[in-house]
């Protein structure tokens, strides 16, 4: 019975032992091994792995893109001028032992790369104008910047992708101000655009009521010579009807009246002498 309590007892402690002395190492994670505080080994490649139960240990890294937001700060520019600045930077662990002895955690780590970072930008903001920063030559500055960061940490296991300004701001009190200059300045652009388009607009009125004129005076100018045309040919056929049979003349005209004057119901009071009456006394044209 002793005998079996016994054999439990080493199977479990066996058992113990072997659940501590296996590790698993993730696609995303790197592990070193340490023993009593000092380095082993390093496990970059994922799977299953054996340690020395109770005597050495295992601390876990990214392997993954990691990324440190800095604090927005501000900066003097060359001109004198107050800038807040926003960076981060994204950053991997190239060397998880020296990483360790230098830094030993992500913590740390990200504290000492906000360091470098801000000052490496301070100095570059004091380089440069603000709109070389805010517009022109953000990319260029920025370049600079991350080329002298990976110079710094190259001895701390870390290696720097990118360093990028998110944003760009003034100081609130110096902000409001040129927000405030800005709307004046748009709106003083609005209203010189409205102004120059009401003064366009009265141009093309002016000069479409102008060619309206001109092609009405021309249409009657036209029309009045059409009309004068027409009338002298008239008076021409009249003139030369006349001629040819003066009598067939006045009865055609005396028609032309009738036809005008004289509607139903109309009243015509004529003297007995009247040219008009002797078309209408007798049958018999020319003749009383």
Known sequence: MRTLVVMGIVIVG????????????????????????????????PGLNFKIPFLQKTIYYEKRLLRHDAEAAEFLTLDKKFLVVDTYTRYSISDPLIFFEKLNNVTRANARLGEIISSLVREAVASHIQ?????????????DVLRQAREKVAGIGINILDVRIKRTDFKQQIAESIYENMRAERKRISTQYRSEGEEEQLKIKAETDKESAIILAEAKKQSQIIRGQGD?????????????????????????IYRESLQEGTKVVLTSDSSLFQYLESPKLGKP
Do not use: C, H, N, W
């Not at 070389?132 to 500055?141: D, S």
């Not at 008239?234 to 028609?255: H, M, N, R, T």
């Open 14 to 45: 066996l058992l113990v032992a072997g659940f501590q002395g296996l590790f698993i190492v993730d696609e995303k994670d790197q592990v070193i091994v340490l023993q009593f505080g000092k380095f082993v080994r390093a496990v970059r490649e």
């Open 131 to 143: 709109s070389e920063i805010i517009t022109e030559k953000r990319e260029a500055i920025m370049a």
């Open 232 to 256: 002298a040919g008239a008076i021409k056929i009249y003139a030369e009807a006349l001629q040819q049979d003066p009598e067939f003349y006045s009865f055609l005209k005396s028609l032309q």
